[in-house]
């Protein structure tokens, strides 16, 4: 299977980025950006690969399994993604939105088709992960052996299937750090591992300590939603001090990818906005690794 493309380049980018207050060119980074597709722009489908290539410096799209009416277990739609990708270079890294209106992984049949669809799409598109998300009523309570088995049971039978197709489920909860290693160490597979999330964790986690859970979670960490709203991540009033929540995953270390999922309000602030979150990671994160 052919593997898109998953490094951009910078000189086209900068050029096509030309007209906007951003045009000094971003420096050639060994870090690997992406944005979630429902995030990017206001307008759906294949487009978003071109509109990505505005953006320096950003390399993938993490897909939405179901999308505005379409649904990439639909192996023509997919095949379209597939196509637009790599015509416009751009990397698949990951897909999410695994579960269809009113699913939760707790309708065990319904539930395994939808991971099964995924695995397969993911495969297809050369997508290396797939987000789970697990929030509230469809995320197992950690304290209660009947909540969490049959998440355990079922991940643990996908499991191999994900790993044939060297793929790996992420799990997105609104556990807290501990929750969460103890939900991947029980599952007991490499091929199930977490799809860390710090503004998440401190929003549905109030008070949680974000450095402490991303050293306890450590290599279990598969993959990092990066977001502050509609606002920059170097905000001072950002719900996650990312400074510090950078240095914490240079520790461990983290290499995945770094995706935006940030809100916008316009295809130019969506531009501009993330333009200056990559120069912001880039920043921290390479004086990090330099210090380390």
């Known amino acids: 299977m052919l593997l898109i493309m998953n490094r951009r380049d910078f000189l086209y980018a900068s050029a096509a980025f030309a007209h906007t207050a951003f045009a000094a060119p971003l420096p050639a980074s060994p870090l690997r950006f992406a944005h979630r597709q429902a995030n990017i722009v206001i307008t759906p489908g294949q487009s978003v690969f071109e509109f990505a290539t505005r953006i320096p410096g950003l390399m993938g799209i993490e897909l939405q399994m179901y ?124 091929a199930v591992r977490t799809y860390a999330d710090p503004t998440n964790t401190a929003y549905y986690n109030p008070g949680a300590d974000i450095v402490a859970g991303i050293e306890l979670l450590g290599s279990l960490i598969v993959q990092c939603h990066f977001k502050n709203g509609d606002q920059l991540l170097e905000a001072k009033d950002a719900r996650v001090n990312w400074p510090i929540a950078l240095k914490a995953l240079t520790r461990i270390p983290y290499r995945g990818w770094y995706v935006f999922e940030s809100n916008h309000s316009s295809p130019e602030q969506c531009i501009q906005s993330t333009t200056e979150n990559i120069r912001f990671i880039t920043r921290e994160v390479l004086a990090d690794r330099q210090t380390a």
């Open 67 to 190: 999308w505005q009416g379409q649904h990439l277990a639909d192996t023509q739609v997919a095949a379209g993604y597939k196509r637009e990708a790599s015509r416009w270079s751009m990397a698949i890294p990951s897909v999410a939105g695994v579960w269809a209106p009113g699913e939760t992984i707790y309708n065990s049949s319904t539930a395994e088709k939808a991971i099964t669809n995924a695995i397969r799409t993911a495969e297809f598109l050369g997508a290396r992960v797939i987000l789970i998300a697990l929030y509230k009523d469809n995320c197992p309570k950690m304290n209660d052996e009947s909540s969490y088995a049959p998440v355990v049971s079922l991940l643990q039978k996908l499991a191999p299937a994900a790993a044939a197709a060297n793929v790996t489920l992420g799990l997105e909860t609104s556990l807290t750090a501990a929750d969460d290693r103890k939900l991947v160490t029980l599952v007991d597979h490499a």
